[in-house]
């Protein structure tokens, strides 16, 4: 970790210092600053906060939210709600795989994709429904997966 | 602007901005709620900015981005008041179109009118659109006359006159007590008396007590939670101060699931602006009664929208359920007393406390009262939220507002309730939908999805599905949940397969018999209905799987098989290109052929296959000539 990362994250953690019950929302914190939460930062977490490294850990392993490991440049979430299901989704997270050359969870080679499967977005009415970063594309089908994913490349 | 100190202040408020406001004046709503966002809401509202500043009418015609008002299906949705001439499927470049014909010449702009396809008559306004028409629409009327981000124009619809009459007009036993006779029920998905929770939440001993909005939406189908916080958050606040005040709460919390990253947003601003006015903090508008609210992210966690799990997450812990040997209104969060609800019990609060309970009971079934907002999603042709009294028939929300299901198929029934509720098939249809209508059928209201299915959709891969979703997101702290899920997923697997045996319908009665009694929190004594519903109304589909393995929905992807009609295929070659698995290729008459040996069956050249020409086909392996 770099002295200008390592300074941006005893600030951050620093900021929930005597907040009860704020752990959860921290590291939804670091995980959108940082891209995944590292060894050295829960370390860095439990030092500071005194807070067993164990319950960190089993926070940081619980949430879908939160990624022990780095993940990709452009976060890919396809959308297998109930809604998007029913509309042909499971034929979207195909075409993201082999479009990717990756299966959901997995990170591309080169860091640039992450690709995961989400429970519901809340936009079923115009499933299926693919979020790119933060841009949400509905009632995609499986040729515009392509020229979706193009975008970013 | 300065705090209210007064209720008077607030009143005074109001007239102040209701006399500032020009209803004459032009006004473009543009529903900017996250399902509108996605088909490119905010490129109209740009060019809208962008057109009028070019014409120099920025000051004559006012833009407002709003919440969601539930048509989703035809966005981007945009209002033109005065009239409230109302626009579908707006792109950006019908905005000149609208502001020189509509808003300055008084015409109309009929291809972005609502067509009735049978009659080919236009749809005006809201009233005129039957999406609507046949609605009741209470709790989201208001969102697409408010920008969310700008209390102001809730308190000039009347807002927070209910916190005002309930602090100052009536003590909090009185408004626990209109709250019990108008017989609210959580709208979560339990149907458990609001007035209930809330007396004995007060009548509880233990300080401080909290009360708790839960926005953890995670019923996949269900987003009414995130239009009324995205669209009208304030509305959900005021539910929330009432409540806190009958109960004798001064700490809240909004629970938000990551999620709906634009609900934490609004709803973050709605606190802010909150405070600002004197709603929340000390002395509310000058009553002595003090109540501030934080919010909480979720991080993704199905099962943290459980009561339990919720208060363990706001703790910092890992939000799985704990026993409820004690209810949480006795000991919840920190060993509080708590009231936690959902946030469409919330909204209909400030409705309950301003009209009254014998208005609120004149509403909806006998045990089911006041109106319910559901999404309408899956295959029918008006996708969206759609807010009915309790008691409207199933088949009134699917044909009449949510105009049929598409391409002539043949409807199969629907889901409700999410992972917890089970598949109501189409006979029963006549349904009333309330509270104990949908559990004595084997499913549940649950926080309102209808999901509806057709003919397409297998009955045992939806029941596959929900097992499956339920697996990757159970704790894991209790055996039956946590095993039960994965043996029926097992089985499941194996019958979708073709490998199911005549055993399996047993075992998977007898494992969902445990987990229903034996499971911790409620999450896994309901994830058996999706598979208990379906084997009840859908025997005949897991037996024509097991005995004939053969999918009647041809869904089932190891019992369908895909070809390519050499007498109909153009030889347009769309399916080679697109296929992932390089299973196409072109045989010497150049027409396409599938190889089997390669073919995953994803369905993508079924799907791809221009529709004129069709000359894909798929077959059901275990009955050749079975097709579609």
Redesign the interface.
């Known amino acids: 970790m770099q002295d200008n990362e390592h300074k941006r994250l005893v600030e951050m953690i620093d900021g929930y210092k005597g907040k ?6 921290l ?2 914190d670091l995980q959108s600053e940082f891209n995944w939460i590292s060894k050295d930062t829960l370390q860095e977490i439990s030092e500071r906060l005194k807070i067993p490294r164990s ?1 960190i850990y ?2 940081a392993s ?5 990624s022990l490991r780095p993940i990709g440049k452009h976060k890919v979430s396809v959308c ?4 998007c ?4 989704s499971g ?1 979207i997270l ?2 993201t795989e ?2 990717l050359k990756i299966k959901q969870g997995e990170t591309t080679h080169d860091m640039r994709f992450t690709l995961k499967r ?10 299926p ?1 693919m979020v790119v970063d ?1 841009d ?3 009632r995609v ?3 515009r997966v392509e020229r979706i994913i193009k975008k970013y490349d | 602007m300065v705090r209210l100190r007064s209720i008077e202040e607030l009143e005074l408020l109001r007239s102040e901005i209701l006399s500032s406001r020009d209803s004459t004046k032009p006004l473009v709503a543009i529903c900017a709620g ?2 509108c ?3 490119g809401a905010r490129l109209v509202v740009r060019a809208f900015q962008e057109y009028l500043i070019k014409k120099g009418l920025e000051k004559e015609i006012e833009i407002k981005e709003t919440g969601c008002p539930g048509f ?2 035809k ?1 981007t949705l945009v209002v033109v008041y005065p009239r409230g001439v109302y626009y579908i499927g707006v792109h950006q470049d019908d905005v000149p179109d609208i502001v020189e014909e509509t808003i300055l010449k008084g015409n109309l702009v009929d291809r972005l009118l609502y067509k009735d396809p049978e009659t080919e008559e236009n749809a005006v306004v809201e009233s005129e659109i039957p999406f609507y028409k046949y609605q009741m629409r209470h709790l989201i009327k208001n969102n697409i006359k408010i920008d969310p981000r700008n209390i102001e124009d809730y308190i000039a619809l009347g807002g927070y006159s209910a916190l005002a009459r309930a602090l100052s007009e009536m003590t909090p036993e009185e408004v626990i007590k209109e709250v019990k006779i108008s017989n609210l029920r959580g709208r979560g998905g339990g149907g458990f008396p609001t007035g209930r929770k809330w007396e004995s939440t007060r009548e509880a001993t233990g300080d401080p007590k909290y009360v708790i909005v839960n926005c953890d ?7 009414m939670d ?1 239009a009324l916080m995205e669209g009208n958050p304030h509305s959900v606040l005021e539910g929330l101060i009432i409540a806190a005040y009958a109960m004798g709460s001064h700490k809240g919390f909004i629970y938000v699931r ?4 634009l609900a934490v947003q609004n709803a973050t601003l709605a606190l802010q602006q909150a405070r600002e006015y004197g709603l929340l903090g000390e002395n509310i508008l000058g009553t002595g009664f003090d109540f501030d609210v934080s919010i ?2 979720g ?4 099962v943290s929208g459980e009561s339990t799990a919720l208060m363990n ?8 359920p704990r026993p409820k040997y004690v209810h949480t209104s006795q000991k919840g969060l920190w060993g509080r007393p708590s009231a936690l609800n959902n946030v469409e019990t919330f909204a209909n609060v400030p409705l309950i406390i301003k009209h009254g309970a014998k208005w609120f009971n004149s509403i909806g079934t006998e045990r089911s009262k006041g109106t319910k907002i559901f ?1 309408l ?3 029918v042709n008006n ?3 759609v807010e009915v009294p309790m008691g409207m028939t199933l088949a009134d929300i699917i044909y009449k507002i949510g105009g049929g299901i598409p391409g002539n198929k043949k409807l199969k029934g629907v ?1 409700t309730g ?1 992972p917890s509720g089970g598949i109501i098939p189409d006979r029963y249809l006549n349904t009333p939908v309330d509270f104990d209508e949908l559990t004595s059928l084997g499913s549940m209201m649950g926080s309102g ?1 209808i ?1 509806v ?1 057709d003919e397409d ?1 297998c009955a045992v891969d ?1 029941a596959r ?2 097992v499956d ?1 339920l697996c ?2 159970s ?1 894991g702290k209790c055996l039956p949940c946590r095993e039960g899920l994965k043996r029926m997923r097992e089985i499941l697997d194996s019958i979708e397969s073709g490998r199911g045996t005549e055993t399996d319908i047993q075992t998977l009665q007898e494992i969902a018999e445990l987990m229903r009694t034996a499971s911790l929190c409620a999450l896994g004594r309901t994830a058996v209905n999706p598979v208990l519903s379906t084997i009840r109304y859908f025997r005949e589909e897991y037996d024509a799987h097991i005995k004939d393995k053969r999918c009647p929905a041809l869904s089932c992807k190891s019992l369908v098989s895909y070809s390519i009609d050499p007498e109909i295929c153009i030889g347009c070659d769309l399916c080679r290109e ?1 296929c ?2 390089g299973a196409i290729y072109k045989d010497d008459g150049g027409f396409a052929v599938v190889d089997q040996s390669k073919c ?1 069956r ?3 050249c079924f ?2 296959c221009p529709k004129k020409v069709r000359a894909v086909v798929r077959e059901s392996r275990g009955l050749p000539g079975e097709k579609r």
Request: glycine share 16%; net charge negative; charged share 20%.
């Open positions: 009860e019950g704020s752990l959860i929302q590291l939804l319950r089993r926070i619980f949430y879908e939210a939160m297998m709600g109930t809604a299901q029913v509309r042909g034929m195909d075409r082999s479009k989400v429970n519901c977005l809340g936009c079923c009415a115009i499933g429904v933060d949400y594309h509905g089908t499986s040729d | 996250t399902g966002l996605t088909l989703c299906e966005g939406e995670g019923d996949p189908g269900a987003f995130r990551m999620e709906y990253p909480h992210r991080a993704g966690s199905f997450a706001l703790e910092g812990w890992v939000g799985e999404s999603v899956g295959k996708t969206g939220l889901q999410g999805s999901i299915i959709t939806l599905y929900f979703f990757s997101e704790c697109n992932p698995q995953m994803c369905g993508i799907e791809i």
